[in-house]
C-alpha cells in the first residue's frame, strides 16, 4: 500500500446553503417485494398489529428517513387510488403492468400513512399522470387533505381516519419522458397537463408542494430539453423538478466508478442552469428547485418482470464495498448541491434496489445501508464549502479526479460540525490534515469508518457484517489542525463541537 496526503481547510463562515432535512428521503413503490414481504407482511412474527414489520421500521428508524415517496414509480402510472381504500376484502386483485405482478390492494394510502406515522417520516404522494385523470389527481388530494365535510372527506373518515393525512408533498406523474412509461406524453403534451393537474390540486389546498417530472436519466435523447420544455408550460405551478439517475459499473471500471460524484455533480449543474433559463424566459419571480427523487446503484440485472404473481423478487441487488463509496459520494453531492438540491429519494427502501433486505423473518442490511444511516444521522445545519487539496486519480471516464471526495456541515445552533470523507483510491492511504480556517475551538467528538480491502466485498446472509461502520478513536484536534490517515476504499465521518 503506498501513502500519499492531503488537506482539508473547513471554515463555518464558508457556507453554500442550509441542507434541507429532505435530502434523506426514501422511495417505496409497489413493486416487487418493497411493499408486501418489505413493510408489510402481516404474517411475520415481527408484523405489528398493522401488519408492518417492526424490525424492517427499526432499520428504517435508524437510518432517519425524512420523507418517503410512494406509491411510484413506474406503477403509479396505471394506478387507481381508489382500489387502495376502504374494506380490505373488497379491495381488487388488479394486474399491475408495469412490472407485470399482481397487485392484491391489501396496503394502499392509508397504510401508507400509518407506515409513514410509525418512522416519522413525511408522506410524498404521486398523481398518475399516464392512464389517469387530472379529477382522480385532485380527488386524492381533497381525500387526504380536506378536513371534513365533501365527498372524498367523508369517505376518507368512513374508512377510520377521521383526521386528514396533511400531505405537503406532491409528485405529478413518474418518468412521463420515458416509452416505458404507460400513458408516456411528450414534453409539452405533459408539461400542459402537470400544469393543469397542480392548479387544480392546489386549488383544493394551496398548502401543498408539487413536484413536475424531469427526465429519467441524462442519457435519454430529450434530455435536457423535456425539463426546459416541461418547465416552461408548468413553471408556475411548480415548487420542484424531479431527477433519476441509477448508477453502475458494468464494464467492471472501478477507477471510473469511485468517480460517479462527477456524473451526479453534472447532473445537478445541468437542470441547476435549465431552471435559471426558464425562470428568466418565464420573467418569473417563483423559484423551482431539484427533487432527485430516485437515486441508487443499480445494475447487477436481477429480474424486472413478475410473471403476474404477488410480491416477486424483482431487482434485489447485491451491494459491495465499492457501491458503498458511491452512495457516500453521492451524499457528498447532496450537501455540495444544498442550494439547488432540497429533496432526495433513495430508491428504495427495502427489497427492492435497496441496501436492506429480508428473507422470511430474517433482515440484512447491505455494505451502502452505513453510508447513508450516517449522513442522515450527523448532516444538519449548513453544508460548508470545503477546499480539499489533494492527489488526483485517473481515470477512463472522467480524466483525473482528486482522491478525496468530502462535504461537511455545521450547525450553528448546536455548534456541531460533520466531516464526510470518501478516499476512492484502490491503492493509497492518505494522511490528512483537517484544518480549521475560522478559529473556532473544536474538540473531536465521534469517528466513524467503512473501509475494506476488496471492492467487491459484500454482506451476505452468512457473513452479515463483513462491512459496517465501525467506531473509531477520534483524532486529537491540536491548534485548529487534526491528522488522520484514511485507508483506501473507505468512507470516514468525523464529528466535532465548539463552543
Ligand atoms: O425504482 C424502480 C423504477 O425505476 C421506477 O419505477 C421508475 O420510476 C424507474 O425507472
Aim: aromatic share 10%.
Amino acid at each position: 500500500m503506498s501513502q500519499t496526503t492531503a488537506q482539508i481547510l473547513l471554515d463555518s463562515n464558508r457556507t453554500i446553503a442550509e441542507i434541507s432535512p429532505l435530502l434523506f428521503g426514501g422511495f417505496a413503490e409497489h413493486m416487487g417485494r418493497c411493499v408486501y414481504e418489505g413493510i408489510y407482511e402481516p404474517k411475520s412474527k415481527h408484523a405489528d398489529r398493522d401488519g408492518l414489520r417492526t424490525d424492517v421500521l427499526d432499520a428504517l428508524r435508524a437510518q432517519k428517513y425524512t420523507t418517503v415517496r410512494y406509491p411510484g414509480g413506474n406503477f403509479l402510472s396505471g394506478y387507481n387510488w381508489l382500489d387502495g381504500v376502504g374494506p380490505k376484502e373488497q379491495r381488487p386483485r388488479r394486474r399491475e403492468l408495469a412490472w407485470q405482478s399482481l397487485e392484491t390492494n391489501q396496503f394502499g394510502t392509508n397504510e401508507f400513512m400509518g407506515f409513514c406515522q410509525a418512522i416519522d417520516a413525511a408522506p410524498m404522494l404521486g398523481v398518475n399522470m399516464g392512464t389517469g385523470a387530472i379529477q382522480a389527481a385532485c380527488d386524492l388530494v381533497d381525500y387526504c387533505n380536506t378536513p371534513s365535510g365533501t365527498y372524498y372527506a367523508d369517505l376518507r373518515a368512513s374508512h377510520g381516519y377521521a383526521a386528514p393525512h396533511q400531505v405537503k408533498y406532491w409528485c405529478v406523474g413518474n418518468e412521463m419522458d420515458g416509452p416505458w412509461q404507460m400513458g408516456h406524453l411528450e414534453a409539452r403534451e405533459y408539461g400542459a397537463k402537470a400544469r393543469e393537474a397542480a392548479k387544480l390540486m392546489r386549488w383544493m389546498d394551496p398548502s401543498i408542494q408539487t413536484i413536475l417530472c424531469g427526465s429519467s436519466n441524462d442519457r435519454m435523447p430529450t434530455y435536457p430539453e423535456w425539463d426546459r420544455v416541461a418547465l416552461e408550460e408548468a413553471w408556475e405551478h411548480m415548487d420542484y423538478l424531479s431527477m433519476h439517475y441509477y448508477a453502475g459499473n458494468r464494464e467492471n471500471d472501478t477507477p471510473s466508478f469511485l468517480a460517479s460524484a462527477v456524473v451526479f455533480e453534472h447532473f445537478v449543474d445541468t437542470l441547476d442552469g435549465v431552471l435559471r433559463y426558464v425562470k428568466a424566459k418565464n420573467r418569473s419571480k417563483h423559484d423551482v428547485y431539484l427533487s432527485w427523487d430516485e437515486w441508487q446503484v443499480w445494475y447487477k440485472g436481477d429480474p424486472m418482470q413478475g410473471n403476474w404473481t404477488e410480491a416477486p423478487h424483482l431487482c434485489e441487488e447485491t451491494y459491495n464495498l465499492e457501491d458503498a463509496l458511491v452512495v457516500a459520494q453521492w451524499l457528498n453531492v447532496f450537501l455540495r448541491k444544498s442550494h439547488v438540491l432540497k429533496i432526495a429519494c433513495v430508491a428504495q427502501i427495502v427489497n427492492v434496489i435497496s441496501w436492506l433486505n429480508t428473507r422470511g423473518d430474517e433482515m440484512l442490511k447491505q455494505t451502502s445501508f452505513y453510508p447513508f444511516m450516517l449522513v442522515s444521522n450527523h448532516a444538519r445545519g449548513q453544508a460548508l464549502d470545503v477546499l480539499v487539496r489533494a492527489p488526483q486519480v485517473a481515470t477512463k471516464l472522467y480524466d483525473a479526479v482528486p482522491v478525496l471526495d468530502v462535504s461537511a456541515s455545521y450547525d450553528p445552533a448546536t455548534g456541531k460540525e460533520a466531516i464526510f470523507i470518501v478516499n476512492r483510491s484502490l491503492t493509497d492511504s492518505v494522511v490528512t490534515d483537517l484544518l480549521w480556517q475560522d478559529g473556532r475551538a473544536v474538540t473531536m467528538s465521534e469517528a466513524w469508518q467503512l473501509a475494506g480491502s476488496d471492492p467487491k466485498a459484500a454482506n451476505t446472509w452468512e457473513h452479515p457484517n463483513a462491512i459496517t461502520a465501525k467506531p473509531l478513536a477520534a483524532p486529537a484536534v491540536k491548534d485548529g489542525k487534526a491528522t488522520i490517515q484514511l485507508p483506501p476504499l473507505s468512507f470516514t465521518v468525523l464529528t466535532t463541537h465548539s463552543a
